[in-house]
Nanobody, 116 residues
Framework: QVQLVESGGGLVQPGGSLRLSCAAS????????MGWYRQAPGKQRELVAD???????NYADSVKGRFTISRDNAKNTVSLQMNSLKPEDTAVYYC??????????WGQGTQVTVSS
């Protein structure tokens, strides 16, 4: 059973930074697409960024230039560096793993609150 454990959320002031991390179980992590999604109250869950097995990345327009996704295949981790945070970035952030057969696994989520 795949387990994804997120960490790094918290409360930060507008303009601040946070770094989220997701640790994944499994021996072939390097082959999977890893992504970060977020869900704000009353809104649908949305893609923030994802990264493929070759390191190719994809970002939502709202976070381009501010957020950076990266992966460490040796440690089975994926991270999201979030800079210049805005109040509208407030949400629960989820890590997602998509396998080669299209199965998706989610972490439990970590709260990010951007407020003064």
């Amino acid at each position: 059973q795949v387990q994804l454990v997120e960490s790094g959320g918290g409360l930060v002031q507008p303009g601040g930074s946070l770094r989220l991390s997701c640790a994944a179980s499994g021996s072939i992590f390097r082959l999977y697409v890893m992504g970060w999604y977020r869900q704000a109250p009353g809104k649908q869950r949305e893609l923030v960024a994802d990264i493929g097995s070759s390191g190719n990345t994809n970002y939502a327009d709202s976070v381009k230039g501010r957020f950076t996704i990266s992966r460490d295949n040796a440690k089975n981790t994926v991270s999201l560096q979030m800079n210049s945070l805005k109040p509208e970035d407030t949400a629960v952030y989820y890590c997602k793993q998509t396998t080669l057969t299209g199965n998706a696994y989610w972490g439990q989520g970590t709260q990010v609150t951007v407020s003064s």
